[in-house]
């Protein structure tokens, strides 16, 4: 079966700050593999290179993921020819699916691959989370920090990151008295690179590459046109003032004209002086 281009992440999961970000981030990833029913099998190791952290990160992220109730872990027996017998083989995870119910964000599946910290990636879900179905989210930093339980540095840290996506538009805002407004964070309209896959192949590694390349041009290109047109609004006004400064000077050009002409056609209603003799 194809897997989808997305996966649902429960919000109970990102706005958890009793968990860490690490652990909030193989979360999302035992979501992201799991089926219709809540099941995952995962070890460790896989884990544990999804998530860019160490095997005993990844264990200590599920068991606090199992003690707050968002899965349940069943461990699995196997024959291990190594040892000649019956050992432990990978763990058998059934997602408790009834957080769903209380709200989930859609996630592309492809953005289990950025290169962010666990704190960048949490604040990546927490701006999808207040974006929802609209195209675009305008959440403060003290919004973020509500929803993650991070501190204002670490949202920031994060932000910086999350700007070097080519799949984010972020864009700031100043207000007329010269103070920051909120940021506009608005996700590319292109997809960038393929679908993020467990194992990539060797023969299909150059038209992945070429589609890549495309998908990035196209998305600079997006992000463009998307940065001109927030622009208009402040070039209409810039135009409209223009245009009004010129109006105005051209009145009073044409009222001073007028003017003169009305002295200059004026009839001369002085006394006349009477004609001496000579």
Known sequence: MKKRSYFKCPNALICDDRLSYTARRVG???FA?????????KGYAELARLANVSAATVKSSVNALARLGYLTIAPTKRYCAEIGGVGYGRNEYALNLSVLKEGYTRVRRDALGYELTASAFVVYLAILMYQGGKNRAWPSIAKLQKAT????????AGLKLLRKLPTLLVQRFVKPNGAFASNSYQPATAFIGAPFTESAGVSDSDDRLLSRLYSIIDALFSQGVQLFFGHVGVLRNLVIKVMTYLTIASTFRER????????LHKPNNRPRVADTPP
């Open 28 to 30: 999302c990833i035992l």
């Open 33 to 41: 593999f799991s089926n219709a029913f809540g099941a995952c099998r």
């Open 149 to 156: 339980g991070a501190v204002c540095s670490t949202i920031c």
């Open 256 to 263: 001073s004209n007028l003017n003169m002409s009305k002295d």
